[in-house]
């Protein structure tokens, strides 16, 4: 893998981490905070062609339906950009979506202490998919009402998971947020794994 | 069950050309290789597959290369800017791809059945999140 030198057009490499958690958790608000563009937007029509037919029993088979995407980006170099995608509100949809989902880095969890139950059904998504992610309680206005133990307790959380609490709207907040992506991405990297 | 017309106002900003016309009725990509983190750059040297019946381009097809003439840009960016659904924005560049006018890098695969990312990616994701 060569970052060295040589033409972008043919090195670069993208990579894409998920933002998800519930309805009105903030997940747009903390693209915009670390992107360096406005948020784009772009939609989908989710059809049986494309969430496969298996995924979609108990649904109408015509069923078709247009999720929206908002997402955003960073530029580490000439040849390494990050796409972030705040997944979509609607998630029974957006969870056969498998362009969206396959191939991320890893997912951030956007909690909202309030209504934590929002975010449950993302939780068990990634947990189900061995999609690694970390967990950042969105802190509305800087009012921290619940402790991280109370939240990690309250989501069942995986001790290894790590959990940050943050202010979306932030800057700073967002891209420690994804920090502890990275790292959590890395420590899992050089862990021991057992053999399967 | 909702009505139809129930969610009509939101869709005051809803192109009047349906996104298929644009694709001459096709609705599904003649290639599933495309993602939405794959990178569409320009081709310097336009391949010589320019074979006599292929469809003329499309003002949409010459917004993707005006697009992507500067620097490699994903495919939902490019979806994005065009304002299409991420499907047809697909068939699109699947035209040019099959044109010879621009080349696909696929994204690298993790995160799935074991894979994981390399180190040097990480890292460099680290470092460039530091500099924010």
């Known amino acids: ?196 | 069950m909702r009505h139809w017309t129930e969610d009509l106002e939101d869709d005051a900003d809803e192109p009047l050309v349906r996104p298929y016309t644009i694709t001459g009725g096709r609705t599904t990509a003649g290639r599933d290789d495309l993602t939405l983190i794959t990178l569409i750059t320009v081709r310097a040297t336009p391949g010589t597959d320019t074979a006599a019946g292929r469809p003329a381009l499309q003002p949409e097809h010459r917004a993707v290369l005006r697009l992507c003439a500067r620097r490699p840009v994903a495919v939902a960016e490019i979806a994005a800017e065009l304002d299409l659904p991420v499907s047809v924005t697909k068939i699109l560049i699947g035209d040019l791809i099959d044109a010879g006018r621009v080349r696909a890098r696929p994204p690298l695969a993790f995160a799935h059945n074991g894979a994981h990312p390399d180190m040097t990616i990480l890292e460099a994701v680290r470092d460039g999140l530091r500099g924010l």
Not at chain 1, 118 to 142: K, L, Q, T, W, Y
């Open chain 1, 1 to 196: 893998m060569g970052f060295a030198g040589s033409d972008p057009a043919q090195t670069a490499q993208a990579v894409k981490i998920l933002i998800a958690g519930g309805f009105g958790v903030g997940k747009t608000t903390l693209v915009g905070a670390v992107s360096e563009v406005a948020p784009l937007h772009t939609e989908e029509y989710l059809t049986r062609a494309s969430v496969g037919v298996d995924d979609l029993v108990g649904i109408d088979a015509k069923t078709t339906t247009t999720v929206a995407l908002d997402f955003g980006r960073i530029t580490v170099s000439d040849e390494l950009v990050v796409y972030l995608f705040g997944t979509p509100g609607q998630e029974r949809f957006w969870f056969m979506w498998n362009d969206l989902v396959l191939g991320a880095l890893g997912a951030v969890v956007l909690v909202d202490t309030r209504r934590l139950e929002v975010s449950f059904a993302s939780i068990d998504f990634f947990e189900s998919r061995g999609v690694p992610f970390v967990v950042a309680v969105n802190c509305f206005h800087n009012v921290r009402d619940r402790t991280p133990e109370e939240v990690r307790t309250a989501l069942d959380l995986d001790p290894q998971v790590p959990l940050v609490m943050c202010d979306a709207r932030e800057r700073t907040d967002g891209r420690d947020v994804l920090l502890t992506l990275i790292e959590h991405l890395m420590a899992r990297r050089s862990a021991p794994r057992p053999t399967v």
